[in-house]
Structures are given as C-alpha cells and as structure tokens.
C-alpha cells in the first residue's frame, strides 16, 4: 500500500496504535505491541522502530502492510554497524581504543 495512499496520521502514545485512514475512507489501526512482538530488535533496530513510528508513521505503516519492516531494520541495523566500526577503526589510528569507542558511541548516539 503506497503512503500516497494513506492520508496523514500519527502515533497514538495513549492507546499504542497508529490509527490510518486510507484515501478511500478504510480505516484500520496498526497496534505497535503487536508488530513489536514479531521482531527480534536489537538496539539500533528497536531505536530505528521508535523514531520511524513517531516521526514518520505513514513510512512505518507502508513496511508493515508491505511486510518489508523486518528487512528494512535489519538492513538499517547492518548499516549502522559498518558506520560504527569505520568510525571506530578509523578514529584509532589517532586515540587509544577506549577512547575511540567512546567517541564513537557520543557521536552515532546523535544519529537518526
């Protein structure tokens, strides 16, 4: 289902639902305890999960009616971690490991 085909809506915190409204007036809520429970997140998915649900929730809907959500964190968590461990190796070669490690992490904590 194409977000073109989604009118605007946003993340309810109150009942945990994404309540969508398609073009065509179908109306169905994407309940985030639900899919959650099917994804095994790792830290950087489950970050990914939050900010997409909240910032960008027509995007998040589309993976999940698509059922591309799992690949699309999964590729966003394999990405995330080459990012890091360049960041990393690089930094090394002009601090001592601990350092670079935690320069890395201030830095990729800012990452969206």
């Not at 007036?25 to 305890?33: A, D, E, L, P, T």
């Not at 830290?43 to 591309?68: H, Q, T, Y």
């Not at 992490?105 to 969206?112: A, I, L, N, T």
């Amino acid at each position: 289902m194409p977000v073109s085909e989604i009118k605007p809506c946003a993340y309810n915190h109150d009942t945990g639902a994404i309540d969508v409204i398609f073009m065509d007036g179908r109306k169905m809520s994407v309940m985030r305890n639900k899919i959650e429970e099917t994804l095994d997140l790792s830290m950087f998915m489950r970050s990914k999960f939050d900010w997409l649900i909240s910032n960008e929730p027509e995007a998040f809907v589309e993976l999940c009616l698509s059922g591309k959500l799992e690949s699309y964190l999964e590729w966003y968590d394999k990405s995330y971690r080459e990012q890091e461990c360049t960041m990393r190796k690089a930094l090394e070669k002009h601090y001592d490991a601990e350092t670079a490690r935690a320069l890395v992490r201030e830095v990729m904590m800012y990452d969206s």
